[in-house]
Nanobody, 116 residues
């Protein structure tokens, strides 16, 4: 089992920045990749960014150049630095830990609201 706890969401004006954190605990040795997803009201959950255990990253086109995913292995924490935020970035952001294609863990989500 893996437990994920997100923090860092909040309300920010357009153009501002936020940093989300996701602390993992439990069977962290089994995690192959971690990532951030988001879900806006009335929309499906979508990938924002992922990072593998080897440090390879992947981003949604909509956030490339604005968001940066990183990890601190000593703290078992993954971060999402979000800059130049736009109102369309408003969503609940979820942390994700992938053990296999069929074993995936989710955090409880943290709200990010960007005002125009």
């Amino acid at each position: 089992q893996v437990q994920l706890v997100e923090s860092g969401g909040g309300l920010v004006q357009a153009g501002g920045s936020l940093r989300l954190s996701c602390a993992a605990s439990g069977s962290i040795f089994s995690i192959n990749a971690m990532g951030w997803y988001r879900q806006a009201p009335g929309k499906q959950r979508e990938l924002v960014a992922t990072i593998t255990s080897g440090g390879s990253t992947n981003y949604a086109d909509s956030v490339k150049g604005r968001f940066t995913i990183s990890r601190d292995n000593a703290k078992n924490t993954v971060y999402l630095q979000m800059n130049s935020l736009k109102p369309e970035d408003t969503a609940v952001y979820y942390c994700n830990a992938k053990v296999t294609a069929f074993i995936v863990y989710w955090g409880q989500g943290t709200q990010v609201t960007v005002s125009s």
